[in-house]
């Protein structure tokens, strides 16, 4: 099972919470997942769609213990995807699919009929925090998606209607002050988070804890990996730095040689050169410590410059 299917299914056995969340969170399966069926004389019914069974039954056992009403399940194939389930709920008008609309904000007040349906989320739901995480989970659970922390941090939502990528984003910016992007892409709206630590306070929010403890597990690791491979670059850099200068110092120390004038050197420029000559992989302060007596760093560079002057002025 993919990451993000391990975080729906642990979303979708948890708890429902305080029955005013229960229109909250079923607003959010409709609204990603669902479809109005029209009947005869303007009645309307409800269909919920998904591919994920433990979202269903968390779908049909929220209808049947908050609304007392009991959907009927059926499992199709999926259209476009062979060996791909779906699980489909359905309401009928008779059966109270007018009522669950209501409910939850698509047609308001006493209204019926198609044209009284309305777009995006119904105020009501962002008033407390308890019914905003409700209908949060709900969207996710719909028409969420969470790539695998290994690969990448991603986690969008995608819609049909721009009105609900929108409100989407309010309720996202409604918890704490999120980064939340949108786009389009092939006629869909898209609302997505790709900053880890947003994308924790996320999980927080829909209850996934386990995969919140997971998914930081693998952010820990990844993190501890790229420290370590920046250290060794820098390590290897420095090396490089270090090998490209020494062999410049021991290019002019050879020209000198070649000429016969090492013995022109000064003495303590001569035991430096011979250094050099005996350690070509020595940093400039070990080099130093090589030395009698010892020298710091940028005495035995000062010294390189003379030998690299001298050298020059032999040309």
């Known amino acids: 099972m993919s990451f993000s299917t391990d975080v729906k299914n642990e979303i979708a056995r948890s708890p429902f919470g305080k029955s005013c969340c229960a229109a909250s969170e079923l607003c959010g ?17 409800v269909k919920i769609a ?35 389930r779906v699980y489909e709920l359905s309401v009928s008008a008779a059966k109270g699919g007018g009522k669950i609309l209501r409910q939850i904000g698509v047609i308001p007040g006493d209204k019926q009929g198609i044209d009284s349906i309305s777009g995006g989320l119904d105020a ?14 709900g969207i996710f659970l719909g028409a969420g998606t969470l790539s695998d922390p290994q690969d990448t941090y991603h986690l969008e939502v995608i819609f049909a209607e721009e009105q609900m990528m929108i409100a989407t984003k309010r309720l996202l910016g409604s918890f ?9 892409r092939r006629g869909n709206h898209i609302v997505y988070v790709k900053e880890s630590e947003q994308i924790k306070d996320i999980l927080t929010l829909m209850g996934a804890h386990s995969q919140l403890l997971k998914f930081e597990g693998i952010r820990i690791m990844k993190e501890i ?17 270090t090998l490209s200068a020494s062999e410049r110092e021991l290019s ?16 303590a420029l001569l ?31 000062a010294r390189m410059k003379r030998i690299e002057t001298f050298a020059e002025e032999l040309e």
């Open 29 to 45: 399966f409709v609204r990603t997942c669902g479809s109005i069926v029209i009947e005869g004389k303007g009645n309307l019914g």
């Open 50 to 84: 998904t591919e994920n069974p433990v979202v269903a039954r968390r779908i049909k056992t929220l209808l049947l213990e908050r609304f007392g009403i009991s959907a009927r399940l059926m499992v199709g194939e999926h259209e476009f995807l062979r060996n791909r």
């Open 124 to 137: 009501r739901f962002f008033k407390k925090k308890c019914c905003r995480k409700a209908l949060l989970r």
């Open 176 to 184: 704490t002050d999120m980064h939340v992007k949108t786009r389009q």
């Open 225 to 241: 990996r790229n420290q370590t491979n920046r250290a060794n670059n820098c390590d290897h850099a420095n090396m490089d730095r």
């Open 252 to 267: 002019f120390i050879r020209q000198i040689q070649r000429m016969d004038r090492l013995d022109d050197l000064a003495p």
């Open 271 to 301: 035991d430096t050169a011979l250094a050099r000559i005996d350690h070509p992989d020595a940093t400039l302060s070990e080099l130093g410590a090589l030395l009698h007596p010892p020298i710091g760093k940028s005495a035995v560079a």
